[in-house]
Each structure stands twice: as structure tokens, then as C-alpha cells.
């Protein structure tokens, strides 16, 4: 009796554990969402040539493109850094740089000359506090027009002042631009921070509004 009593408890525990190990196998693992997935940094050097400085919209210095090896690489900057890095990344001069690595997106931390006399650590600067900017208004008739490079209008200048227009903006407001008499434009003049290189002859400013000879438009 001993016996078939503990053949029959090895029994249903053989059992239940071939429906457990069934039901598991049925089940599906859910996907880990994107969000969750750790992204991969890598501190790397980067040894180069200059070939030459790339900007944001704004016309700010934001980027140094590096020539290693007959390939160029890309390296990010914020934009309050350019007079530094510029400084000691000359065009066309050898330098290295510290850079964290992101899915082929370089961003700097830290850049010195090939001879180690001269360097520049991005932490030591600071960001500049959020500033709206000074509230002007500008008069004047449109004196021509900023392309990019495939030379669509993304902007237009008026009394020395560059305007930048987002891509909605220009489809409404480029045509009429074109045959305006007379613009007037409320604009907010930035507050070029210490550091800031803007490469456009003219400096940026952002319009809250618009009058294009008799018509007013806001600007969201």
C-alpha cells in the first residue's frame, strides 16, 4: 500500500508539471518597450584635421567637422561654446578630441591642439539662462532672401536684421514677401550669449508679428 501510494504522488507531480511546462510555452513574452532599452555611450578620442565649422538654422556655430583618415566626422557642440573650441580648432590644424559616442553621433567633451599646449573642457562653461530677448520693431522693404542648400527660402532681411521663417511660415508669407511695398515686423532681438559665433551677415531675430503693406499676420 506504502508503495502504490507514492507511485501515485510521483504521478500527479509528473503530472502537473508537464501542463505547467505546456502553459509556459504558450505563453508569449511581451516586447520591452523602446523607452526601456538602455542607450549605449562610449567615451571615445577622435585625431583629425579641421575641414571646416557646420551651423543650426540660426546661423550659430554647432558643429567641427573632423577629417580622420579621409573620413569626416561630425562633432556636436552647444552653441555658447563656439568662440572656445575656435580658439584653438583652427581650420585646417591638427587637434583631438574627447567625445561620448552615440549610435555614429559624436558629442564633445573636451578638445585640445595636437601639441597639448592648448586645451578646452565643454564643462566648465555653463549654459546661459533662458532669455525671451528685447522687444523691437523693425521697418523697412525686404532686401533679399536666405536659401538653404537646396535653395528653398527659409528666411528674408529687412533693415539689417535676418528673419527666420519655419516652414509653415513660408508657405503663406514667402509669396507675398516677394511683392511687398512696405513691411513692418515686431521681432524679439536676441541676446547673443558670450561664446555664440553667428556666421550670418545680419543677426537673427524672432517675429511675434507681421504687417506686409496693409495686412497684419500673428505669429504663433
Known amino acids: 500500500m506504502i508503495f502504490k501510494r507514492r507511485t501515485y504522488s510521483l504521478l500527479k507531480i ?3 508539471f508537464s501542463l505547467v511546462s505546456i502553459f509556459s510555452r504558450c505563453e508569449k513574452k511581451l516586447p520591452v518597450p523602446p523607452h526601456l532599452h538602455q542607450e549605449i555611450k562610449e567615451t ?3 585625431n583629425g584635421t579641421v575641414k571646416a565649422y557646420e551651423t543650426n538654422p540660426e546661423g550659430d556655430i554647432d558643429k567641427i567637422i573632423l577629417n580622420q583618415k579621409k573620413k569626416d566626422i561630425a562633432i556636436h557642440f552647444p552653441p555658447h561654446l563656439a568662440k572656445y573650441i575656435l580658439e584653438i580648432a583652427k581650420k585646417n590644424h591638427a587637434i583631438q578630441i574627447k567625445a561620448v559616442s552615440r549610435s555614429d553621433i559624436y558629442e564633445l567633451i573636451s578638445i585640445s591642439s595636437e601639441d597639448g599646449k592648448s586645451s578646452f ?3 566648465k562653461i555653463l549654459p546661459p539662462k ?3 530677448g ?3 520693431i523693425i521697418k523697412g522693404k525686404v532686401s533679399g532672401f536666405i536659401k538653404n542648400r ?3 527660402i527659409t528666411g528674408f532681411i ?3 536684421k535676418t528673419i527666420m521663417l519655419n516652414p509653415e511660415q513660408r508657405s503663406t508669407l514667402v509669396p507675398l514677401l516677394m511683392k511687398a511695398h512696405q513691411v513692418e515686423a515686431s521681432v524679439l532681438e536676441r541676446n547673443m550669449k558670450e561664446g555664440t559665433v553667428n556666421t550670418m551677415k545680419f543677426p537673427p531675430v524672432r517675429m511675434t508679428e507681421i504687417k ?3 495686412i497684419i499676420y500673428k505669429i504663433r
Open 14 to 16: 509528473i503530472f502537473i
Open 44 to 46: 571615445v578620442w577622435l
Open 121 to 123: 573642457d565643454a564643462g
Open 130 to 132: 533662458p532669455s525671451q
Open 134 to 136: 528685447k522687444k523691437i
Open 150 to 152: 537646396e535653395n528653398d
Open 158 to 160: 529687412i533693415n539689417q
Open 212 to 214: 506686409i503693406d496693409s
